[in-house]
């Protein structure tokens, strides 16, 4: 009978290294993980790191990398680097970090993991993370382990089992220690500090310890990692006489050359707080045709056959843009919910559908000011809307949308003129009845030209 159990089990897991290649997620593999995830149910961690409440959508291949791993009948583990957090990662990243008290790291962790709630299923979890299910998703910190760690303790337990020549051998440090004997000279800015040194061996120990109390027998990241993971490796063999395995997945670059993840304002936050719903569905509404190919095999849950025939239809009419819909409706809903998806198409046809003075109204205060984003803006004293403002004075006078009232005059004459998407002729005043949100009006000559007035 347990024999018939093992079969079903077997059968029942799909080979997760299968579904990461023909997604182009996989860059490295140690030799027999393959195997060994095939033998059984085994569990995998990735690392997070918590220095903000908000994960941003640069996490969001290790984030798969778990939810692949779940689906795929194993058993995810999502680290928060509490301890590991206050030290620089070696790995390209030349600033250090800033130490988190406590109260910030725990509110980081709890938001970090409704986060990967959308994901990851935690629902056969405790509120300490600690899983009962076989296969529910757990959080750990490795603050919770390293913060009763001694100095003394950890040089003599873990440090005295890898070597510095080891530890020299990895890109990670090789690429950031400068053969420059006046170094000390220069402040040390360019080298790398002892701290970042070591982070190495916080991580491997991390490995260990979650081998030891969690049997996790695989870590999974980024490519950069592979050093760090393969030193956790080392760990488990020389102290926890065990054997586990590193899979890493590439970095994820775009086909212009310039950095995914980032946007005008800076990162591409996963919390609406950070960046709205709008700006996240408008971030991959914008791929590229050669990314948005790579992106819907990484950043979503479609089949195989599912992706080729999307790929197939954009290639016949490449101008409808349906990889890219399909992209920004899946990540979006994902990581939002489908009723902020339905928001952020609605706020999409704004500039450049049909729409009517209604879908302006429902627009909130910030996905209005997204939309608008870049277009010109005039602040109006409100006792000039409360009394009647002539629209004339809207568009010229008193904000300088058009050169002077004869312009203003003839674009009306023309009928290129609308208040909030609706045409107006020489004799509309403005009113509260106009007011979005009671504080914009939106004023346009014809279909592209746009203005927004704001009430101070």
């Known amino acids: 009978m347990h024999h018939t159990n093992e079969i079903k089990n077997r059968l029942r897991m799909k080979n997760f290294i299968q579904e990461l290649t023909w997604r182009g997620m996989i860059h490295d593999v140690m030799p027999g993980a393959e195997e060994h995830l095939q033998e059984a149910m085994r569990s995998a961690y990735v690392g997070f790191d918590p ?104 040089i003599r337990d873990v440090g005295k089992h890898i070597t510095v020549n080891y530890m020299m051998a990895k890109d990670s440090v090789k690429n950031r220690i400068k053969p420059d004997a006046n170094e000390a000279d ?81 990162n591409v936050w996963l919390d609406a707080k950070y960046t709205s719903p709008y700006k996240f569905y408008q971030y991959w509404l914008n791929s590229a045709d050669e990314d948005s190919e790579n992106f819907i095999r990484i950043f979503t849950f479609l089949t195989e056959d599912e992706i080729n025939a999307l790929i197939a239809e954009h290639k016949e009419a490449p101008h409808l843009r349906v990889l890219q819909k399909r992209l920004a409706n899946e990540i979006t809903a994902m990581v939002h919910s489908e009723a902020e998806l339905e928001k952020a198409i609605q706020a999409s046809g704004i500039l450049f559908g049909k729409s009517t003075s209604d879908d302006l109204k429902q627009l909130d205060d910030q ?26 004075a809207a568009l010229a006078t ?59």
């Open 367 to 392: 996905t209005f000011l997204d939309v608008f984003d870049g277009v010109a803006q005039a602040e109006v004293s409100a006792s000039f809307i409360n009394e009647g403002m002539d629209i004339v």
């Open 51 to 154: 220095t903000a409440d908000s994960l941003h959508i640069g996490n969001l291949v290790p984030i798969m990398l778990l939810a692949h791993f779940q689906r795929c009948g194993h058993k995810p583990v999502a680290l928060v680097g509490g301890a590991t957090g206050m030290i620089g990662d070696p790995s390209g990243k030349s600033a250090e970090r800033n130490l988190l008290d406590e109260e910030t790291l725990r509110h980081n962790q709890e938001a970090i993991k409704k986060q990967l709630g959308h994901f990851l299923d935690f629902s056969d979890s405790n509120s300490e993370g600690s899983g009962s299910s076989e296969n529910g998703a757990i959080l750990v910190n490795n603050y919770d382990w390293m913060k009763e760690f001694s100095f003394l303790e950890f």
């Open 398 to 456: 008193e904000t300088g949308f058009l050169k002077s009232n004869g312009e203003a005059r003839r674009a009306l004459k023309e009928n290129s003129i609308s208040v909030n998407k609706e045409k107006v002729g020489e004799d509309y005043q403005l009113s509260k009845a106009d007011l979005i949100n009671d504080k914009f009006v939106l004023l346009q000559r014809g279909k592209k030209n746009y203005f927004v007035l704001k009430l101070v």
């Open 186 to 266: 220069s402040g040390g800015s360019e080298g790398m500090s002892f701290t970042e040194f070591t982070y190495q061996l916080v991580q491997g120990y991390d490995f260990l310890h979650l081998y030891q109390d969690k049997n996790c027998s695989l870590q999974m990241g980024g490519s950069d990692q592979w050093g760090n993971i393969t030193t956790g490796t080392e760990l488990v063999r020389r102290i926890g006489r065990g054997k586990a395995y590193a899979i890493t997945c590439p970095l994820i670059t775009k086909a212009d050359g310039s950095k995914f993840g980032k946007s005008e304002g800076g």
